[in-house]
């Protein structure tokens, strides 16, 4: 499974836009890009899912560059309850176990 | 609509003790994943099964097993715990709906093991 390299932590302020990149240079060609979102005690919660160029759901976009070695979780105008870590994952869309590497912790302030 | 459903929440056990923990996949889901999480760190997965049978296996301790049964319900078991056992138990449900993103991969709300 390909290795994922996020920030370690982020900050940013309510109604801004979130931007998060993951660096993935060893993804394989049936590999796709999936974030998830995890608060203090739960479990982490689908975010997003995506292959290539771009994906756009009602929480957030996913942009993916052509060679694919890198994405970027974009959150528009975060509130405070988008405080969380986020955590890229690379591998296939059909589950399987997932690898969570290190993930962002995103602190938004008032 | 339904989720992962994960019992107990809350669970404390002595050293050397043993726990079993509970985790009811989403109705049709028929792959069961068990995640570890200590504290400050990430998730670690732990075993996997798809129809009853273990798919996958991955930093799972000896003292630990699991099984998936015929309701698809699968249940973890841990016997002698150790102080560093102390962590939260995710498990997480995925389906064969390939019309759905991720397959519907769903974690439960976990159970927080507190060995003492």
């Known amino acids: 499974l390909a290795k994922t390299t996020q920030p370690i932590s982020m900050d940013s302020y309510e109604g801004q836009e979130v931007n998060i990149t993951c660096s993935h240079n060893?993804?394989?060609?049936?590999?796709?890009i999936t974030w998830y979102q995890q608060f203090p005690s739960q479990g982490p919660r689908f975010i997003i899912q995506?292959?290539?160029t771009k994906v756009t759901n009602e929480v957030a976009s996913l942009f993916i560059p052509a060679d694919r070695k890198s994405s970027t979780l974009s959150l528009p105008r975060v509130s405070l309850s988008d405080t969380a870590v986020y955590y890229c994952l690379v591998g296939e869309s059909q589950g399987g176990k997932l690898i969570f590497g290190q993930g962002t912790e995103l602190s938004v302030k008032p | 609509a339904a989720g992962v459903i994960q019992s107990p929440r809350h669970l404390i056990k002595e050293k050397r003790e043993t726990a079993t923990l509970k985790c009811y996949p989403i109705?049709?889901?028929?792959?069961v994943y068990w995640y570890q999480q200590g504290p400050g760190q990430d998730p670690q997965f732990l075993i996997s099964?798809?129809?009853?049978?273990?798919?996958d296996k991955g930093s799972i301790p000896d003292r630990f097993s699991a099984q998936q049964f015929s309701d698809y319900h699968s249940e973890l078991n841990m016997s002698s715990l150790e102080l560093g056992d102390s962590a939260l138990y995710f498990c997480a449900s995925s389906g064969m709906d390939r019309g759905r993103t991720n397959y519907g991969y769903t974690f439960g709300s976990g159970t927080r093991l507190t060995v003492v």
């Open positions: 995506g292959y290539k």
């Open positions: 109705p049709r889901h028929d792959t």
């Open positions: 099964f798809y129809e009853k049978m273990q798919s």
């Open positions: 060893n993804i394989a060609t049936n590999d796709y």
